[in-house]
């Protein structure tokens, strides 16, 4: 808790004002993450399901990349939280997976996508998104304009392209 305390520049007195305990921390992290997701994914995109989709994705990534305004916290940070709390964010997790699915269904849909299984490649983004966290660690100095080209549209031209 002092270094978390410390992290954050206020004393424990205040993080336990805000805070019952560390769960309850990790826990709020963990609500942030899933409603950032869930803006991400509900944004106003214009186009076909591809290009819906790749909006949406970008958006998600960019905010992971950039770490500004916080990065989502990476699925992996379930182990820290009470296994009766942890079956909820699951649960929560996947209805996020499931809402990509349905995105990339309704591109097979308008042939905007090519035949694909919406679950396991709507689990493929949520990696995507997850990883590109660490995109500055493994690509130093990338520039926002440069997830695009570099990072996204790889995985949307491999996965989801039709074939022509």
Do not use: W
């Amino acid at each position: 808790m002092d270094k978390i305390s410390a992290k954050l520049n206020v004393t424990k007195g205040s993080f336990y004002y805000h805070n019952t305990d560390k769960d309850d921390l990790v826990s709020a992290c963990v609500e942030h993450s899933l409603d950032t997701l869930r803006q991400g994914q509900a944004g106003p995109y214009p186009g076909d399901g591809l290009e819906r989709l790749a909006a949406a994705v970008l958006s998600l990534a960019l905010h992971q990349a950039a770490g500004r305004r916080g990065r989502m916290l990476r699925h992996y940070t379930l182990v820290s939280l009470s296994p009766d709390h942890r079956q909820s964010v699951q649960a929560r997790y996947q209805r996020t997976a499931l809402r990509f699915a349905a995105m990339i269904s309704e591109g097979v849909a308008d042939g905007s996508i090519r035949p694909v299984d919406p679950l396991i490649a709507a689990l493929v983004l949520m990696v995507v998104i997850n990883s590109t966290a660490y995109l500055n660690a493994a690509v130093p100095g990338i520039t926002a304009d440069q997830v695009e080209p570099n990072y996204i549209r790889p995985v949307f031209t491999g996965l989801f392209t039709p074939a022509e």
